[in-house]
């Protein structure tokens, strides 16, 4: 299973490059950053929904699936679904997953591909104590 962070980035935390450098000293395999900063008020598309309205979206045009923070639980049934319509192993990633490893466990059961432990906004000291916490968690797993 590979591991990786997921974040936004202010001028309250981490700088860019100095996040990306401690991701990779530690063996995470993917830093993920929020793109926008706003939501415009005019949208010029419709919302494309996620979860199951995905489903056949990502099974005729992607190869992956980004599952927001379900708990094993309630994300098996789904992966299932997912790939039935799909008619292949869809590979997933599950976003803000808790750094615990019981539930880390559920997730490997699960056969999903990335598991992305949430990074909250902090102070660069802060910032690499959560990594190397991350990155204890993740060792167990590999």
């Known amino acids: 299973m590979k591991f990786g962070v997921s974040t936004f980035l202010t001028d309250q935390g981490i700088a860019p490059a100095a996040l990306g450098r401690a991701v990779e000293e530690r063996g995470l395999d ?3 950053i929020a ?4 939501i ?15 489903f056949d979206r990502v099974a005729a045009l992607g190869d992956a699936w980004l599952a927001n923070s379900l708990p094993p639980q309630e994300l098996g ?3 299932d679904r997912l790939r039935s319509i799909a008619g292949r192993d869809v590979p997933v990633t ?5 750094n615990e ?4 466990e559920q997730y490997t059961q699960l056969d999903v591909e990335r598991l992305l432990f949430y990074l909250p906004t902090l102070p660069e000291p802060e910032t690499l104590s959560h990594l ?9 797993f590999r």
């Open 77 to 79: 049934p789904k992966i």
């Open 35 to 38: 793109e926008h900063t706003h």
């Open 30 to 32: 993917s830093l993920l």
């Open 40 to 54: 415009p008020v005019d949208r010029r598309s419709p919302y494309p929904g996620g979860g199951e309205a995905a």
């Open 101 to 104: 490893p019981e539930i880390i």
């Open 132 to 140: 190397d916490r991350f990155s204890d968690t993740a060792a167990r």
């Open 94 to 98: 599950v976003y803000a997953v808790a």
